[in-house]
């Protein structure tokens, strides 16, 4: 199959996706639990999309579940994205130091 048949397919879906609630939904939503719903569709897609990466994306499962830790508890604090990725990336460099002496 030609690699112009897949970038068609993928570019009608995406349109697809992006113009059938337009189409369908005219007018307001006016249930509560559905705007609710469609209100942390986005957060919860982020969050599937970012969780697995930072466990995954170091030497260990355990510098990358400390990094989580500081980032969570940094940013649960209201700190700036600044000072939240620089204490991750200080705990993650830590960890795996602390695990190369100790291992």
Do not use: D, N
């Amino acid at each position: 199959m030609s690699i112009y048949i897949y970038i068609f397919t993928m570019a009608l879906t995406t349109y697809l996706i992006r113009v059938l609630p337009l189409t369908i939904f005219r007018k307001p939503i006016k249930s509560r639990f559905l705007r609710s719903f469609l209100h942390y569709v986005p957060y919860a897609c982020l969050t599937a999309m970012t969780f697995p990466a930072i466990l995954s994306s170091t030497a260990s499962i355990l510098s990358g579940a400390a990094a989580l830790a500081v980032a969570v508890l940094l940013a649960y604090r209201g700190k700036s994205l600044l000072t939240v990725s620089i204490a991750a990336s200080a705990a993650v460099m830590l960890t795996e130091w602390a695990m190369a002496l100790i291992g």
